[in-house]
């Protein structure tokens, strides 16, 4: 569809989407300052969109309902307007109200509409990879559930080697460890996937179809945005607040936009890092019922807390209405990549067993089952699976704190709260130049996924994911090379950085 020059487009045509005049007082949190205040409003407005809490073509509300949330004059909410449309952080049309954008320049900004990552390239000698958030194998018990599972082996060789639910032995398993963590399961609600990407993608094709709208957090994982996208689906982006999740924000994009289904991470969120509360998981199966939207729920990280080995029970354990049933709207997926290895390709989903017969029925438009031998190792391993993931915590936490401390010494402007769990920082630069620090990474021997690559719309700009998944040695050394790719993408367009902060968004490359 053709645009006017120089105008960015908004997101794609849809259903109405509006912000009201409390959750958005809520998202502005302590935004006043010295000098006037419909600067300071316009200021704060601007940076929820750049950080992506406030999405794009979102209405925003109506001068007057705003100003009696924030307790100003109307005049004050309007001059914030104004100013946010002469900077090219809103538009007006007559009829339609005062709606989020980006200006024109921000569009073709380096990573602003990049594909979720390629996995898969070799970073190169001598080269830090920051791009991967993936711990490497524990080598003794993998090696020990290798050797059994070979052993254990001759006896499924006379079959077909064709499982599309999963071998018994993994299914129980893993329904074993859902029930140990507070969600009874039945091996029939378990299937065995290649991986949680894979259960992302067979829910995609059976419960949505082209067009429909999936919410997200925003930021999310990456890859799962580009699933959504692959499927024929649009991402529906509802912002993370300065803490937890906002249910209040889903279930008016709930409303607003009809959604065939929510894609969330509420352990050890992806790349956030946060743990969502029980409080919250009961609101948000509250949601899933209400709407009537099923829920998935990426587990990838559960099994990751670094700060306190116990948490809450998983999501879909908050779903059923007291004394009933499984209705199936809160869904689950998992994966062995992060606690195991990422080259164990195996997931799986959990979810009411009708649902699961469906998904086996629409399993061979995408594949024919899991390989066998890689179950048998998956089976052994999440036998053991106590000391491994304790293991692994102590060497995480450590990993965390020396990234941490590394990071404080040589960048002390960047801002990160060290997460409960999980594999990375998520770390708010002093100025939107994530891209640009990308960019020129590889001369400083880093390799890194910049912030916009977690949203849609060309968010995050002030952001970076940083893993600490690698040696403790590797960390401080990459704490130093960031030190110098930011100093040169600072010094290399001082003037230029300056005026992304004063309200221009293009990044410097």
């Known amino acids: 569809m053709a645009r006017t020059a120089g105008m960015p487009a908004l997101s794609p045509p849809g259903p109405d ?54 307790g100003l004059s109307r005049t004050t909410v309007t001059a914030a307007y104004g100013r946010l449309r002469d900077q090219g952080y809103a538009v007006s049309r007559q009829g339609s109200g005062t709606r989020t954008r980006l200006p024109a320049a921000a569009e073709g900004r380096p990573g602003a509409a990049e594909p979720a990552m390629v996995l898969g390239e070799d970073a190169g ?19 020990a559930a290798v050797a059994a599972a070979v052993e254990e082996l001759p006896r499924y060789l006379p079959g077909h080697g064709y499982e599309p639910r999963g071998l018994p032995v993994l299914r129980a398993a ?68 300065d803490e937890g999740w906002d249910v209040e924000a889903l279930e008016a994009a709930a409303r607003q936009t009809g959604p065939r289904l929510a894609y969330l991470i509420a352990d050890f969120q992806n790349p956030t890092g946060r743990l969502m509360d029980a409080a919250t998981r009961e609101q948000v199966a509250g949601l899933a019922r209400r709407a009537g939207v099923p829920v998935v729920v990426d587990e990838t990280l559960a099994e990751l807390s670094l700060d306190d ?36 390709r195996i997931g799986w989903l959990r979810a009411p067993e009708e649902l699961v017969d469906r998904l086996v029925a629409a399993r061979p438009g995408l594949d ?10 998956l089976a052994r391993l999440l036998a053991d699976v106590v000391p491994v993931t304790a293991t692994r915590r102590t060497r995480l936490r450590a990993q965390r704190d ?11 402007t960047w801002r990160f709260d060290p997460p409960p769990g999980g594999l990375a920082l998520w770390v708010h630069l002093d100025a939107p130049v994530s891209s640009a620090l990308a960019a020129v990474a590889g001369r400083h ?31 401080r050394d ?26 221009d968004a293009t990044v410097v490359a």
Do not use: C, M
């Open 478 to 503: 990459a704490a130093t090379r960031l030190a110098s790719a930011y100093a040169e993408v600072r010094g290399g367009g001082r003037r230029r950085a300056r005026r992304a902060d004063e309200g």
């Open 445 to 475: 021997g880093l390799r890194l996924a910049a912030g916009p690559r977690f949203g849609v719309d060309g968010a995050f700009e002030r952001f970076l994911r940083v893993p600490y998944t690698g040696p403790a040695e590797d960390l």
């Open 17 to 70: 989407r509006s912000v009201a005049a409390r959750p958005l007082a809520r998202l502005l949190g302590s935004w006043r300052r010295p000098g006037p205040a419909y600067a300071a409003l316009a200021d704060a407005l601007r940076l929820l969109v750049l950080d992506g809490r406030l999405p794009l073509a979102v209405r925003l509300p109506g001068e007057r309902e705003l100003a009696a949330a924030l």
């Open 174 to 241: 893993i329904a074993e460890r859902y029930t140990a963590r507070g969600l009874p399961t039945r091996p029939g609600q378990v299937l065995v996937t290649n991986g949680a990407q894979h259960a992302l993608a067979l829910l995609l094709l059976l419960l949505t179809g082209p067009g429909d709208r999936v919410l997200v957090e925003h930021p999310t994982y990456p890859n799962a945005l580009e699933a959504v996208r692959r499927a024929g689906g649009r991402p529906v982006p509802v912002g993370l607040p």
């Open 402 to 412: 020396t990234l941490a401390g590394a990071l404080a010494e040589a960048l002390p």
């Open 368 to 377: 024919l089952g899991t390989p066998v031998l890689e179950q048998i190792v």
């Open 125 to 143: 000698p001598g080269v830090i990879d920051l791009a991967y958030a993936a711990p490497r194998a524990p080598e003794g018990a993998l090696y």
């Open 309 to 344: 080995a116990t948490g809450p029970a998983p999501v879909p354990a908050f779903g059923p209405a007291r004394g009933g049933r499984d209705d199936g709207r809160v869904l689950a997926v998992g994966s062995a990549s992060k606690v195991f290895w990422g080259g164990l």
